[in-house]
């Protein structure tokens, strides 16, 4: 059994945590809304504090999925932060999705303190994570990484180490890179069977299971037809992950011009009220149209 703090209860952390806790683990929860933590501790048990200080003392391994940059600074740093609480030879994962600027920030901050700290940014969605089915590029010292997979693999399918602090971000902007051209792609086919009068699930069906087919045709494209867009991540944190995107290219140099586009379309998206609709709202997008 380890000592497990766990930072952040959204719709990816609250069952992740949950894992945790059905494996055996001694697990703490802070959550910046305490009414949050406190209906994690009556489904799973464990133990709510009021800051990420007061969940992180005694813990072996502190894991955070918050929202952006400032909110991890916030959970890691300053006087409430893990990082004061948290002892010699501890490890902090983040698995929130930031820029890479900061993961080295905090990874320095951290080995100053001679605590480690892995960046762990996830993929896999809501489902992902309520099923114990996420895929998890990770950053970081290799020595880090060995300690906590075991404990990450009780919701990974699979976790693994990329490279260096920050490898596991760039990773993560590589994963968004791709899904923005895929749904944008899937929008745009069932968009055109529909104005060339065909069945969209027949089309999806068949296309799907030749080379055209991939996780997000195959998960997303019923809802879409049925305009459903509640499931999956939200159109206003796709558009934060590409913006981390876009910035990184421009200072490595890296092309981006559809990933560049669809950005502008995830804004159309948000000018219609749809910000937290899913990603696949891209396709109510060209309805409206």
């Known amino acids: 059994m380890t000592k497990i703090a766990f930072l952040g209860l959204g719709v990816m952390g609250f ?4 894992h945790l806790a059905a494996a ?10 305490r009414a949050k933590a406190d209906a994690w501790v009556a489904k799973h048990g464990g133990a709510a504090a009021d800051t990420p200080a007061g969940a992180a003392q005694g813990a072996d391994i502190v894991l955070a999925c918050v929202g952006n940059d400032d909110d991890l600074r916030a959970v890691c740093t ?14 902090f994962v983040d698995h929130t999705t930031v820029s890479a600027k900061v993961t080295r920030e905090l990874y320095a901050a951290a080995k100053d303190l001679g605590l480690g700290f892995v960046d762990a940014p996830i993929s896999g969605g809501q489902a992902g994570a309520e099923n114990a089915q996420l895929s998890i590029m990770c950053g970081g010292d290799q020595a880090h990484f060995d300690q906590i997979e075991p404990v990450i693999a009780v919701y990974a399918k699979l976790a693994r180490r990329i ?10 902007m590589c994963n968004q890179i791709a899904i923005a051209g895929l749904v944008q792609g899937l929008s745009e086919a069932m968009h055109f069977a529909d104005k060339a009068g065909l069945d969209g699930h027949a089309v999806i069906e068949v296309i799907s299971q030749g080379a055209a087919g991939s996780w997000q045709m195959n998960n997303r494209y019923k ?21 981390i995107c876009l910035d990184t290219a421009d200072e490595n140099g890296a092309s981006l011009p559809v990933t560049a586009l669809v950005d502008q379309f995830y804004k159309d998206v948000q000018k219609m009220g749809g910000g937290r609709w899913d990603t696949s709202a891209l396709f ?6």
């Open 78 to 91: 300053g006087d409430d932060g893990a990082f004061s609480a948290m002892a010699a030879g501890a490890i």
């Open 163 to 172: 490279g260096d602090s920050g490898a596991g971000q760039m990773t993560k």
């Open 223 to 243: 809802t879409m037809l049925d305009d459903h867009f509640t499931h999956g991540f939200a159109v206003d944190w796709m558009r934060k992950d590409l913006g």
């Open 24 to 33: 055996g683990h001694d697990v703490t929860v802070y959550n910046r809304t």
């Open 284 to 289: 109510k997008r060209l309805q409206a149209l």
């Open 15 to 18: 069952p992740m945590a949950g």
